[in-house]
């Protein structure tokens, strides 16, 4: 089956979720209703997240008490309880026990969203987010030289693995499905891009969440978040890819050394910055590409803009956000992407990669449209004679515009399939100085672009 755009909407209970589309006659309004009932009508998922409030989630619910069968992924957050924002209702209590600290905060935070969304009676639509943007790491006082207290002086992120599997049991004992614990854009810190001694993935509590979460896939899985921080066109949503957008991948190959399953993840924001996005004819392409690296893996259930709201006491984020409405709707009705494999291959390094470059290493695989006027006379190629070669990957590989993987211009032509024959006509250098990644520009059935030459076996 084909995968669809799984990038939607983070709503409000204050903010304002519609929009003049149209001209003249024509002219209508297009809010987050129309966003979910659209996609319901076609059979393909939306996805829906609010902060207090119910804008699009009941819409969804609705449809489904109706008789949809459609696949809706929803999600909820508590940020203001009453009148005043209160910041434990999205921190938990770090010098507790990490057993007791998920006991208190569940008991806290029940009654609330019960209030807020009658949530027992539509607990087994939606994904809760008990905890948004934790601790990632101890900070050190500048004056005393001391780290952020923290119970029994544990690393961060064990002590956030044991809390999430803590409060996981005893939502799920209630019927709730919870998506946690919700880490900021560039969180948690890895081993090789961080300097940590240890990936926070592989700390003891989070394995242990982890495995919970393999277990329950249907009732637990990881909260993320992927923002790029760069709103132009050049650079974009791709921005630091994938250390940021796309480090969900990180997770993913820690698990696979592990030997758990990959966990199923929800991106509870997802976006450019906290205070803007870029216009619709920015925003869509930006969107598309990463919705194309999404739809590779099965296991990423959905992706919420962010912010359907107000920021700050300002409207400014709402204002532009709710213009992606309907062009958004619009793309996830035409845009298909390949079928998702069980274990998506990364686009990052991975422990399990042979050395010798005509061994397959295993690739992110996305699809975008074709490009047939692809333009690749900025690129310092050094032609050769015309060789020929197979492809080993096991997941596909990607066929590029230009050779690199970074920056908003890279973009894939086509996914070539495990043992499809190419034909070479150029070697290039990775457009990335810091790269020493070297490329094959090659033909294939009308198609033309640049593919990694370490996944390329030569013919002789």
Known sequence: MAAYNKIGFLASSVG??????????????????????????????AAVACNDGNGGIMDAINLILKG????????????????KPVEHYSVPDYLREPKEAAQRHYRLLKPVIERKVDLPKYREHLWWFPVNEIRAKRAVDEKTGQKEPQFNDMNAWDWMGEFCYEFA??????????????????????????GVEIDAWKQPGMQKFLKL????????????????????????????????????????????????ARPNVIFGEWGWKHDTVPPPEVAIPHIRQVAEIYARHPQILGAFIWYLGPYNNSSQINNLTVR??????????????PDPQPNGALDIPTESEPKDKDKDRGKVNPNISV????????????????????????????MR?????????????????DRTRVKIVAQAADRNPASQRQWFQVEVEGFTGFVAADYVVLDG
């Open 169 to 194: 049991l005893l939502a799920n004992h209630d019927g709730y499905k919870v998506s946690m614990p919700q880490a900021n854009s560039g969180e948690p810190k890895i081993k090789e891009l961080d």
């Open 213 to 260: 979460c393999a277990e329950r896939p249907e009732q637990v899985c990881v909260g993320l978040h992927e923002y790029s921080w760069e709103v132009s066109d050049d650079g974009g949503i791709m921005a630091g890819y994938p250390t940021k957008v796309g480090r969900f991948q990180y997770l993913f190959r820690a698990c696979d050394e592990m030997g758990i």
């Open 401 to 417: 515009s230009v050779p690199s993987t970074d920056g908003g211009d890279s973009t894939i032509v086509v996914m070539l399939q």
């Open 324 to 337: 992606l409405l309907e062009p958004v709707t619009r793309s996830t009705l035409d845009w298909r992407f």
């Open 16 to 45: 304002g979720m519609s929009t003049t589309v149209g001209q003249g006659r024509n002219r209508r309004n297009f809010g987050i209703g129309d966003y979910v009932r659209q996609l319901d009508e076609a059979g393909i998922p």
């Open 371 to 398: 490009d047939d006027q692809t333009d690749s006379t900025n690129e310092e190629t050094a032609t050769t004679e015309s060789r020929f070669g197979t492809v080993k990957a096991i997941y596909g590989l990607n």
């Open 68 to 83: 949809s069968k459609v696949p809706h992924v929803l999600g909820y957050r508590i940020v203001k309880p009453d009148e």
